[in-house]
């Protein structure tokens, strides 16, 4: 089965503790994403990566790291979080065409700074 | 501003009842625009994808239809049921023939409740 999986799904930390949350996938998908959503906005692009060792900055990356060592896996690091982190975070995944091409989502992380 | 807008951002409905969603975009150049549902606290969840060429695509009671001339869409539910309570999404990607991997631009979502 098709599957983009995260962990954790929830989580309160503290500000400034690091943290990583981690993206895997089953589908040797070349392109891997992070996104970010809060209330009232749509899915905002936090950081991209086209295949192993090739990373991109999305929309808001300003916070984040990334890392794609392997395939398969795409973590998202927050090396000091901050309150303005909480939010809900989903990985994506998608073959490398995007044309008519289905794009998998995570079932989300559900991060709280306090 | 966003290059995606949803409306409603919400609504209420009775099961059995139909409703209709309305996306708006100004993206360009445009691929395709697609659908998804994304019920509470979980991953989205693709209901269609409808290119350039086509204007109207069903999945089961859900119908979406394209006007790439007014850059519109609609997504259409007919005889709601209490578990088609979620946000619906609309997405609009972005391509360039000189890059395969596309943008994304997401709508806020129209949250949908179902009522019995």
């Known amino acids: 089965e098709a599957q983009v999986t995260q962990n954790p799904r929830y989580l309160i930390t503290v500000t400034g503790k690091k943290l990583t949350v981690t993206c895997s996938q089953n589908?040797?998908?070349?392109?891997m994403s992070w996104y970010r959503q809060d209330p009232g906005l749509g899915l905002r692009q936090i950081y991209y990566?086209?295949?192993?060792?090739?990373?991109d900055k999305g929309d808001v990356p300003e916070g984040y790291k990334v890392s794609r060592k392997e395939k398969r896996n795409f973590p998202l690091i927050l090396e000091s979080p901050s309150p303005n982190q909480t939010s809900l975070y989903f990985c994506a995944s998608r073959d490398r065409s995007i044309s008519g091409n289905t794009i998998y989502f995570g079932e989300g992380s559900w991060l709280t700074v306090v | 501003k966003n290059q995606v807008e949803q409306s409603p951002q919400s609504l209420i409905i009775l099961e059995g009842k139909n409703c209709t969603l309305q996306c708006n975009y100004t993206v360009s150049p445009f691929s395709n625009l697609r659908w998804y549902k994304q019920d509470t606290g979980r991953g989205p969840v693709s209901l269609t994808i409808m290119t350039f060429s086509e204007n109207t695509k069903s999945n089961g009671r859900y119908t979406a239809t394209l006007d790439a001339d007014t850059k519109q869409s609609s997504l259409h539910i007919t005889a709601s049921q209490l578990s088609d309570s979620a946000s619906y999404i609309c997405?609009?990607?972005?391509?360039?023939?000189?890059?395969?991997?596309?943008?994304?631009?997401f709508g806020a979502g129209t949250q949908v409740v179902v009522t019995p």
């Open positions: 990566s086209m295949n192993v060792e090739v990373t």
């Open positions: 589908m040797n998908h070349e392109y």
């Open positions: 997405v609009v990607i972005s391509w360039k023939l000189t890059d395969s991997w596309g943008k994304l631009q």
